[in-house]
């Protein structure tokens, strides 16, 4: 998804992961697969197998770090800020864990062509050498929207193939 932001300096823009379901829901709903496990694990426990209690435990310890793992992922966003002389570019989960910061006049952005229909075109901020991916984590619409937006911020966009990427050093 993406958010334009309130700046004062220039443009803001918030990348997000697309989620359909809250951190609070996602929470009540392993609730609810923990209170309907229990109760088949009750009645199967006291009819005699009550070898199912352990791997019952393991199958919600498993599927509630696959949630937490999933919900995880989904709070990454990315900020970019395009002020008059520099591009600022923040990457992070609950804050900014990581930081770039580039001179306006030497960005440019890569697209790497995809490999298969149903991917999408992967962006890359580059800036002296260095190729930063940005919001990998977009679906494919957003990602063409993500283009578009860099593209009208005046910065060129150079196409790439997946085959040059591989043998690129």
């Known amino acids: ?3 334009r932001l309130s700046d004062n300096g220039g443009m803001r823009y918030r990348f997000t992961p697309n989620r359909s379901i809250s951190w609070p829901a996602l929470v009540r709903v ?3 697969l923990v209170l309907l496990t229990s109760i088949v694990v009750v009645g199967m426990s ?14 919600l310890v498993a599927v509630g770090a696959g949630l ?3 919900a995880r992922q989904c709070s990454r966003q990315e900020v970019i800020t395009f002020g008059p002389s520099r591009v600022r570019l ?13 001179a306006r006049p ?5 697209l790497e062509e995809k490999r298969h229909p149903w ?5 890359c901020v580059c800036c002296n050498g260095e190729e930063v991916p940005l919001a990998d984590f977009l679906n494919p619409r957003d990602s063409r929207a993500l283009v578009t937006l ?10 790439r193939s997946r085959e040059m990427a591989s043998t690129h050093f």
């Open 1 to 3: 998804m993406i958010e």
């Open 30 to 32: 392993w609730l609810g």
């Open 90 to 102: 923040e990457k992070g989960h609950e804050h900014r864990e990581q930081q770039w910061d580039w």
């Open 46 to 59: 006291l009819a005699g197998a009550w070898l199912v209690i352990p791997f019952a435990g393991l199958e």
């Open 106 to 110: 030497s960005v440019r952005i890569l």
């Open 119 to 123: 991917l999408r075109e992967r962006v």
């Open 150 to 159: 860099l593209e009208s911020q005046g910065f060129p966009v150079r196409r």
């Open 68 to 70: 937490w793992y999933t």
